[in-house]
């Protein structure tokens, strides 16, 4: 329960290199420095926080943290210019929940240059359902388009299709008139990766076995969550001309491949950064989004859990089980 002078949030400390979450009352005076003041009202799940909560990675700088490197919420009071009290302001990366206080909590104090306006047309609630992976799955897409990946081609490869971040970028390549190809380890999800607009499954066992430095060209792009092995097999069957966009590490951070892909087939590998994008692609982002996401698209994929089930569902993320989206109601 949230009083005036208080309210609850998430807090990670760490002892003899081990993690703690528990939830403390906190006032204002605890949160850290920042322009303006957010009342949170939702937050949501993505697998860096899943990293942080358990300690599996190392994501927070220091402790205490509150971790949640998204939140949506409403102005209380701000300095800057550019924002006023009551305005709707989505925030993702720039490092919140990781080297500052994030969105796990009912308030939280943050620079205005790191927000965006909720984009019209949006909810708080769908801004979350979208979130970081969301983000960063427009972010591969059009990284991809740019690349000269266009509709028609062969099918584009998600990897990790069932995840956050593959889940809306199978919807996006699908509504954009892409042949998708959703690679998953989860043979209950085909059904729902179909209704998000996949045309081919991939079983995940398919791209995990070693392959040949060059195989025959098979996906016109792919966006990949998986990293490792995976990614080099999908380098290596790439077309001619064709791109990779690489946004994650689910399993696995290394990469051993060859320059073949590369210098004979002209290949692109294209690293993709939410957190620190630059403010006027964020906002060409996000305008992107609220056009591409209408909402029942995104409840298809979304489900809402309070705040006090994160601990859980961050030990579901990371261990692969979560699918879609969850978005977190932390009040
Ligand atoms: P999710 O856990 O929702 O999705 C990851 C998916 O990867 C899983 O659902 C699963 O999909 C697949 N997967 C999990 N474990 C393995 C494994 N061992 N081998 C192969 N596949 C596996 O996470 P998110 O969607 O939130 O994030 C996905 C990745 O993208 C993460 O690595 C995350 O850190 C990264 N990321 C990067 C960002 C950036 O800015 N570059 C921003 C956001 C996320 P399935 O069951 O369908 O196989």
Known sequence: MMTQDTFRALVLTQENGAIHAEFRQLTNDDLPQGDTLVQVVYSCLNYKDGLNVTGKGKISRFFPMVPGIDLAGT??????PAYHPGDPVVLTGWGIGERHWG???????????????????????HSMAIGTAGFTAMLAV???????????DRDVLVTGAAGGVGSIATTLLARRGYRVAASTGRAETHDYLRELGATTIVPRAELAAPGRPLE????????DTVGGDVLARVLAATATGGAVAACGNAGGAHLTTTVFPFILRGVRLIGIDSVTCPTERRRAAWDNLARELPADVLDRMTRVEPLSRVKELC?????????????????
């Open 75 to 80: 102005v209380i009071e701000t300095t800057s």
């Open 103 to 125: 969105g796990y909590a009912q308030r939280a104090r943050v620079k205005a240059e790191w927000l965006v306006p909720l984009p019209a047309g949006m909810t708080l609630f």
């Open 315 to 331: 030990d579901e993320i990371v261990a692969g089980q979560v699918r879609g989206r969850v978005v977190f109601d932390v009040n």
């Open 142 to 152: 059009m990284a991809l388009e740019e690349a000269g990946v266009k509709p028609g």
């Open 216 to 223: 025959s060209e098979r996906w016109a792009g792919a966006v």
